[in-house]
């Protein structure tokens, strides 16, 4: 066993400093070891550290994590130890199990996701909760809102095409202005059916052409016509589509910019987008707010969070 004397030789502490102060460096030192290792790895690669720890410590380096980490840090690090596909698997059914339904990660989730991470999602969500997604989705929502979250959940979606059909793109764009502002309420089914099964590079085009039959573009059109969840799902949709960047980059800014973070959605947003386009969307948030995302972490957060969340946003660019 090292005396303390040793130890403050080795750690820079004076000799005089109490036992308690040399251990609380050490803890501080050994979390910002965890956070600079593992947000600067992969996913594959933070696995095969795990799999290291636990044949050289003989224990889970999950169970290790959770018996020393507490809070917003936490929260990140455990995240990062899962793919991206078992983290929203997660992240939807602690949306949906319990008393009540977190409507807004639900929505963000399944409305934001491409067809091939929502077959992901659907497999790896199988997996881990031996529950079938679409079963637990129709059972926790309802209406038109349950009707459009389930046609996306059954990635009916069209593949993008070399060729570009013009005379789908005035169908579809006449289809959707004729179901919802050329008439006396909305016909939902025609654009849950457009928007869960046309490409997204269709769809762009669709809504170009839109503008030349509607008064209102697509996502003023969404605002007029439908209400609560059913309007907020639409209006993800067509933010997405449109820039799907732009869209997160927005939506960590309106989490950032109250008084005190909106941790929760600031949290799923950077883990869930940290191996996919998170250098985008700090591009957008950018290029959108004059201010860097790092630059807005650092004002907004604080401790051992606002470290892990700069770890995975990198260098400021």
């Known amino acids: 066993r090292k005396t303390l004397h040793q130890l403050s030789r080795q750690g820079g502490y004076t000799y005089g400093q109490s036992k308690k102060q040399i251990l609380a460096h050490i803890v501080s030192v050994w979390l910002i070891t965890i956070i600079d290792v593992l947000t600067k790895r992969t996913y594959a690669q933070r696995r095969e550290i795990a799999f290291a720890y636990e044949r050289r410590a003989k224990k889970d380096m999950i169970s290790a994590l959770k018996?020393?980490?507490?809070?917003?840090?936490?929260?990140?690090?455990?995240?990062?130890?899962?793919?991206?596909?078992?983290?929203?698997?997660?992240?939807?059914?602690?949306?949906?199990?319990?008393?009540?339904?977190?409507?807004?990660?639900?929505?963000?989730?399944?409305?934001?996701?491409?067809?091939?991470?929502?077959?992901?999602?659907?497999?790896?969500?199988?997996?881990?909760?031996?529950?079938?997604?679409?079963?637990?989705?129709?059972?926790?929502?309802?209406?038109?809102?349950?009707?459009?979250?389930?046609?996306?959940?059954?990635?009916?979606?069209?593949?993008?095409?070399?060729?570009?059909?013009?005379?789908?793109?005035?169908?579809?764009a006449r289809a959707l202005y004729d179901a919802g502002v050329r008439i006396k309420g909305t016909d939902v089914a025609t654009w849950i059916s457009i928007m869960s099964e046309r490409s997204v590079p269709h769809l762009q085009k669709v809504f170009q052409r839109y503008k030349s039959y509607s008064p209102y573009d697509m996502q003023e059109s969404v605002m007029k016509e439908v209400k609560g969840d059913l309007q907020r799902s639409f209006l993800v949709l067509v933010q997405c589509f449109e820039n799907k960047q732009l869209f997160f980059a927005n939506r960590l800014h309106d989490a950032m910019k109250s008084k005190g973070a909106k941790e929760k959605m600031v949290t799923r947003i950077i883990v869930s987008r940290c191996e996919v386009d998170l250098k985008k969307i700090c591009s957008e948030f950018k290029a959108q707010y004059g201010q860097s995302l790092h630059k807005t972490v650092l004002e907004h957060t604080k401790g051992d969070y606002q470290k892990v969340l700069l770890g995975l946003l990198g260098q400021e660019e």
């Open 67 to 172: 018996g020393a980490l507490s809070g917003s840090l936490e929260t990140v690090i455990l995240g990062l130890m899962k793919s991206t596909a078992q983290y929203d698997a997660s992240e939807i059914r602690g949306s949906i199990k319990g008393l009540g339904t977190d409507e807004d990660t639900l929505i963000e989730i399944l409305c934001s996701r491409s067809n091939t991470e929502l077959k992901e999602i659907k497999n790896v969500y199988k997996e881990l909760f031996k529950k079938d997604l679409e079963k637990d989705v129709a059972g926790d929502t309802s209406g038109n809102f349950a009707k459009l979250l389930l046609a996306l959940v059954q990635t009916q979606r069209a593949e993008p095409s070399a060729v570009v059909d013009y005379e789908k793109i005035d169908q579809d």
